[in-house]
Structures are given as C-alpha cells and as structure tokens.
C-alpha cells in the first residue's frame, strides 16, 4: 500500500504541510500498524560502522588465518571489502528511494519474481537467527580464556534473555544500546591498530623487531595452497555480512533520504578501512601456527593475543571483556534485523501473520521470540564442542550473506533498468548507484564464483586427508534449498518473472514529511559545527 501520510512533493516545506492539518503527531498516530521511524541519524551511522563488527573480525579472522594464512587473508578480505562495497551502492539506490523494512528481501519479491522474495527472505531470517547463534556460540569460546566452571549454555542463554529484553522495549532501546557498544568496538579497534603496530616495531615482552617474519614462516604467507586461500572467502563474508541489513533498518530510520545516502557513501569506507587495517596488524603479529586460533579449539581472539605480547599482565582480559560485548552487540543487531524479516514475511503472507502483530510500541513481538528461538540451537555447543559448532555456523552464515547480494545485485540490476524503461530519469533518484550497470553485474558473477569455488578446502579436510562431509554441507546446503524454496513457491503459485514495463516502483516511494524537512534546514554553525563534522567524519 502506498503511504499516504507522506508529503506529496518534496517542494513544500514544513510550514506548508503543517498548514494542510498533517501535524507530525497526526502522522505518527496513524502509522500504528506500521513500524515506527525511530533510528537517528547519529545511531543508523554508528550502527553501520560498528554493528556488523563483531565474530567475523574479532574471532574468525583466527581461522582465517589458519587456514590461509596472513597474504590469503589479507587478500580475500580485501577482495570481499570491494564485493560488499559495490552491494552496498546498489542497495543504496533502492533504499532511499523505497526505505520499507523487508529491504531487498521485498525487492526481489517486487523487481524479480515472488518466488525469490520468498526464498531470499527466508534464507536471510534463517541466517539473522544463526547468526545470533554463532554470537552466543562465540561467547561461550572467548569466555573460556578465564577458566571458569560457569557452564557455557548458561552464559548463552543469560545473554540470549538479555538481547530478547532489550529488542522487547522499543526500537529506540535498541538504537541506543547499539550506538554505546559499537562505540565501543570502533575504539577498541583504533586502539588495537595503534598498539599492533608498536608491538610490530618492538613493544613487546620480547623487545624485538618483528617485521614480516611470520609471513615467512613454513607455509606462509599462502597456507594450504588454492584450497585455503579460497576458504578464506566464507570466513570473510561471514566477517563482513550484515553491512547490507542497513538497508532493513532504513524502514525504520528518520529522513531516510537524508541519513541512509549518507551512510552508503560515508561509512563503509570506513568499515573497510578498519577491517583491513586490524587484518593487517594480525598478519604480521600472529603466527599463523599459533595453537590457540585453531578453528576447533580457539580460546583466544587475535585481538587479545595481540594486546597478550604488549606484556601488561591486565590487557589481554582487558580487550577479551571488550571482544566478548561486541560478540554480543552482533548479536543484538542481528536478532533485531531477523525480526524485522519475519515481520514482512507475515506481511507478504509468506509466514502466519501472527507475526505482524506489534506490542504498543510497535515491536514485533512474536517474529522477536520465534527468531530468539532458532538461536537457541547455540546450546548444542555442550554436546559438539563450542569450536566446532561455530565453525559450521560461520560457513552457513558466509554462503547465505552471498546469495544475499547475488540477490542485491540482480534486483538493482532490474529496478534501475526498469526505472529508466518507464520513462523516469535516474538523475531524479535520491541517490544514484555511479557504477550502474557494471556494479551489479559484478557483483552477481563474483559472487556466484566465489560460492561454487569456496568449499574446495572440504574435499580433503577430514582427520584423514579425505572428504569432508559435514564441512561440504556447511558450504553448500543453501544453494539447493534456495533453490527448492524459490522453484516450489513458483510453481505451486503460479508466479512470473515481473516484466520491466510492469514493474512497481512507486508503492511505498518515500516523501520527505515535516520533520525530515525541518531536519534538513537544520545547520550548525561555529566551534560546535566544526567539531560536530569532525565527529561525523570519524564516527
């Protein structure tokens, strides 16, 4: 349905829309089936630097660099970095001009086929819930560095119950919780690059130059050969997976025309910047061999055995307490966009609409406890090992956040054709992809190769050289069950690939209201505007 609360043309001000009877708080009260806008624009920024932080980087960077090694490390992150990049212009484009919840779930459901909507949405709710579950998972591993008797599923589910509450109260809760810890892990890596590099150059308990030896070490800098390197690109996906679901949280983000754009094109430079930068220091600080990375039994986070050769005896519990919060804040944001997702499924009739019911403050409560449910299979970690399980969650997580921007690419790819097929010119959209159509094209193929190729590294890792099964299954059981989902929805419904001259790009446009216009004209001038845009610069 089209909104019909929103400003019927960006050239009236707010003076004039107030005129007209449409007061903010009219709008507000008449959007109470709806999500609420609560997201600010110092949270929805913070939230996509530090939100997807977290297990990838603090904790599968250690299995990334087992198994590849610090060059196939560093490269394959890189490479992802630039995959992501370009996911994240296509997005963009779409998001600011369509800012709903589902995002590009609903995309594909209205630019492809509903088939795909079906399949993808579900496939992305189903890798928000294990990603929450490879987050409690983690806790339990970097827990351990204490030594504790305190059982891991008890720490998981004291945590679980927390995320639940906090994505219980109100959006605005989580916003605000979400802001602080991630905060906190933009600081903590700053921090760490700061101190790798002096360790590097000889602040450490040795008092030696340590340089680009450990890339010299046996089998580095390539460990493993064509099967690690192309390993290393599951681990780094799942490392940088959840950077797209800025594009879900846009539905409910004040002036998102505004404050989404400005996130695209501000951000992930950022993002990209802080991942390479913290790669790099572990590749030349931590040998490759460290015992306690191995994917298996890993206790320590790079980080922590980084901060552990500084020699001050406080530092490594120090960073492994931050490394744990921001295990947690993963969590938090990924329980909060598996939510959202199951939500629109009920809203597109693609799950029992009980799940489109929201609480008075317009959470929707019965997507938030089914979603925390499915994450309740982190407790399987006392009968597999907490290793092992995360291990296998991280690959399923990885694969699923790459049919994800398959999905991105293509659906960007066809909405912008279609856009310019029904007469509009794109100089007109809120924000314009600059690399269409190569960008998403791009991002299809390299996407689509690199989810064929990753699993190499299954055929001959079990105890004996041989196959891997339940490793081959991790990397690839989502490619046929996307497939079943997507084919099995289209025929039993009839659905048809949407045709360009057909195709709806104007349900759920967003016009600026009010508030966004008043937000807009909003200037901060002085000292406090100097130090406000170099706060914004870094944060």
Known sequence: MVNTDKVPSQGDDAEKYHSLGKSIEDVEHK???????????????????????????FLGTGKSLTTGGPASMLIAYAIVGVIVYFTMLSLGEMS??????????????????????????????????????????AAQMIFSYWDTDFPGWALSLIFLVFLVIINAIDVKAYGEIEYWL???????????????????LGANRGHGYIGFQYWKLLDAPFVGGFGGFVSVFVTAAFAYGGTESIGITAGETKNPRKNVPR?????????LIFYIMSIFVIGIDVPYNEPNLSQKNARYSPFTLVFKMTGFEVAPSFINAVVLT?????????????TRLLHTLGEHGHAPKIFTRLTKNRVPIYSLLATSAISCVCFASSYVGSGALWSWLQNLVGVSNQISWIAIGLTSYRFRKAYEIQGKDPNDLPFKNPLYPYGPIFVIVANSVLVLVQGWSSFKS???????????LSYYIQIPLMAIMWLGWKFSQGTKVVKYEEMD??????YDTAEDLMDSAKVTRGVRGFFKSILNFLF
């Open 263 to 271: 996130v695209i094109r501000n951000v992930f430079w950022r993002i």
């Open 505 to 510: 790009i104007e349900t759920d446009r967003y």
């Open 462 to 472: 079990s105890p004996t050289g041989g196959f891997d099964f339940v490793s081959f």
């Open 96 to 137: 600011t001009y369509i800012p709903i919840a589902g995002s590009f779930n609903t995309y594909a459901n209205r630019f492809v086929d509903e088939g795909l909507g079906f399949a993808l949405t579900w496939n992305y709710w189903f890798n928000d819930a294990v990603s929450v579950a490879s987050d409690l998972t």
């Open 326 to 338: 921001s295990v947690i804040s993963a969590g938090n944001h990924a329980l909060f966009a598996g």
């Open 182 to 200: 991630s905060l906190l892990k933009v600081i903590t890596i700053i921090i760490f690059i700061v101190v790798g590099i002096c360790v590097n």
């Open 31 to 57: 959007r109470k089936d709806t999500l609420k806008r609560a997201l600010t624009a110092r949270q929805i920024q913070m939230i996509a630097i530090g939100g997807t932080i977290g297990t990838g980087l």
